[in-house]
């Protein structure tokens, strides 16, 4: 089925761990995103690309890394994990950086501890 | 001061009833004027979007843009218990070539038999 793909869709980390969160789409979008949704703060961005090899901060980038070699994966490493990293992380496309009609994938849920 | 500001709720009402989601919003280079539908343990989905001021009506859902207050509304008529979600207001504006997307916080939105 045509969509955004993220993996893991569970995880636990210790604190100091680093991973990395994948999103995957098959829609050849051009604009691809990671926001987390914490309660009370709704969905904030971190990161996101306008196209392979273009990548720009968010909101809220502290703490995560992103690269787009391809236009169809956009992955969200987090560098050394801390506690305030403990969030649901959704990943977003759209066909045009001038659309924010986003299709987002299903989300993985990351606990630090 | 937030730039997109919702009620997060909790919202109940009965079955039939005709609910009301709004927010308020400070940035008035805001564009696209959309809600967003989240259920339990998924990614939001895009249910309508709005193109600067005006009304658009989907089925059961209307959705209203009065840029002089900074007000936008969704309206869902004869509501079912299938509503029963997370509602997520979102609004862009265009930043560097580019649509920038903030959320409201969502209102949780539940519909009883």
């Known amino acids: 089925n045509a969509g955004v793909t993220q993996t893991p869709k569970f995880q636990v980390l210790k604190t100091g761990q680093s991973m990395t969160l994948q999103c995957a789409q098959d829609?050849?979008?051009?604009?691809m995103s990671w926001y987390r949704q914490d309660p009370g703060m709704g969905l904030r961005l971190i990161h996101y690309?306008?196209?392979?090899?273009?990548?720009d901060q968010g909101e809220v980038p502290n703490g995560y890394n992103v690269s787009r070699s391809t236009t169809e994966d956009f992955p969200l490493r987090l560098l050394s994990a801390a506690p305030s990293q403990t969030s649901v992380y959704f990943c977003?496309?759209?066909?045009?950086?001038?659309?924010?009609?986003?299709?987002f994938g299903s989300g993985t849920r990351l606990t630090v501890v | 001061q937030k730039e997109v500001e919702q009620d997060p709720g909790p919202l109940s009402v009965p079955e039939g009833a005709i609910v009301s989601l709004n927010c308020t919003y400070s940035?008035?280079?805001?564009?696209?004027f959309m809600w967003y539908r989240q259920y339990s343990r998924k990614g939001p989905e895009l249910l309508m979007y709005?193109?600067?001021?005006g009304n658009k009506e989907d089925g059961r859902f209307t959705a209203q843009v009065d840029k002089s207050s900074k007000y936008i509304s969704l309206f869902i008529r004869d509501s079912q218990p299938s509503d029963s979600a997370t509602y997520l207001c979102?609004?862009?504006?265009?930043?560097?070539?580019?649509?920038?997307?903030?959320f409201g916080q969502g209102t949780r939105l539940t519909i009883n038999p």
């Open positions: 977003a496309s759209s066909y045009s950086r001038q659309w924010s009609g986003y299709t």
């Open positions: 829609m050849n979008h051009e604009y």
């Open positions: 690309s306008v196209g392979a090899g273009i990548t």
């Open positions: 940035n008035s280079a805001f564009q696209y």
């Open positions: 709005t193109y600067s001021s």
């Open positions: 979102a609004m862009s504006s265009l930043i560097q070539g580019a649509q920038k997307l903030v």
